[in-house]
């Protein structure tokens, strides 16, 4: 592919910096320009954050919005707060109205807990007590896929389309019939459209080959990050991608999708790289990443660990017969001695 892909941009600031960011007219000039769309996180339902969205829409520029909670809620949607969700949706229809603001469509993003990712900076160690618990709560993936799916009817039912932003893991999970991963903190919701994060920034060495192993299954891919982050005191700050790495990676995803969201506007805004957007040259000369067999490697293991999870007592019947048959053999060739 050598066109440019639809492209959006994920938007994570506060009213003070959101504003400040737009108060740049070559933001707005380059978005027009990439004919690309805003992503924008709505964790408060402020005055100053309306202003910026209605800009937006007289601009002509496409905004999904994706409602959020209040960081001492968790931030993030959950497997857990699904009717607190579902609360907020209500909240931020009602936020949408009062101040007569369009909308491209509604996000989704269901993470693990805000706080998981703070205990992981403070110390990991406490996040065993927990995650033990959901391994045994078998019951908890159909309650959390139920309650989303209602609430994504209710918002197609208001006139919206929904996306989700999700994991790729959760492709492996749900290849070999798994639930792990959804007991721990992920939730398997479909909508309209599903963009799987791929942040190589994140993990330098296997990012770019898990693009290449995951693109072809995927519908939309997210990239990044370039800066910023969500909006939480205290939230670890992710090393960012530089323009190579970016450049690398948008060609990557593009080999595979039309659909792109980078994330953050803020970052490319911040680097100078929403500008040199404009004239960047799409051609696909995008080739196997020097780690694709790494990532192929990865993602054979957790599928393999995934499916031990999902047939556990058919893997140990496995493992049993296996012991035997070596067992035996040893024995023979020790008896032909």
Partial sequence: MSSRPELTFACELDPARLAGLFADSSVIEDLLALGARVALMVSDFSAERAEVVRRLNVAGIPVVGIPLLPLAQGYYFTADNAAQAAERYQQWQAWTRRHGLAW???????????????????????????????????????????????????????????????????????????????????VDVRTDL????????????????????????????????????????????????????????????TRWC????????????????????????????????ERAWA????????????RASAHPWIMLSVAAVSCCLIRGRVGSFRSQR
């Fill in 104 to 186: 491209a469509g509604v996000g989704l993003d269901i993470e693990p807990d805000a706080r998981m990712y703070l205990q992981i900076m403070d110390n990991p160690w406490g996040l065993a007590p927990m995650l033990l618990p959901r391994l045994f709560d078998r019951a908890r993936p159909q309650r959390s896929r139920t309650a989303y799916r209602e609430l994504v009817d209710r918002i197609r039912a208001d006139g919206w389309a929904v996306e989700n932003y999700q994991f790729p893991l959760i492709a492996d999970e749900r290849r070999v019939g798994s639930t792990l991963l959804q007991r721990l903190a992920l």
């Fill in 194 to 253: 599903e963009v799987w994060m791929i942040y190589s920034s994140f993990m330098r060495a296997l990012g770019p080959g898990l693009i290449w192993s995951n693109g072809p299954e995927a519908a939309a891919i997210g990239v990044g990050t370039t800066g910023g982050g969500p909006d939480i005191p205290g939230s670890p700050q992710m090393p960012s991608l530089g323009w190579e790495e970016l450049a690398r990676d948008l060609r990557l995803a």
């Fill in 295 to 306: 990532a192929r490697g990865f993602r054979t293991c957790l599928r393999a660990a995934l």
């Fill in 258 to 289: 039309d659909q792109i969201l980078i994330h953050s506007l803020e970052g490319c805004v911040w680097q100078g790289f929403l500008g040199r957007l404009r004239s960047f040259d799409w051609t696909d000369t995008a080739t196997s990443p």
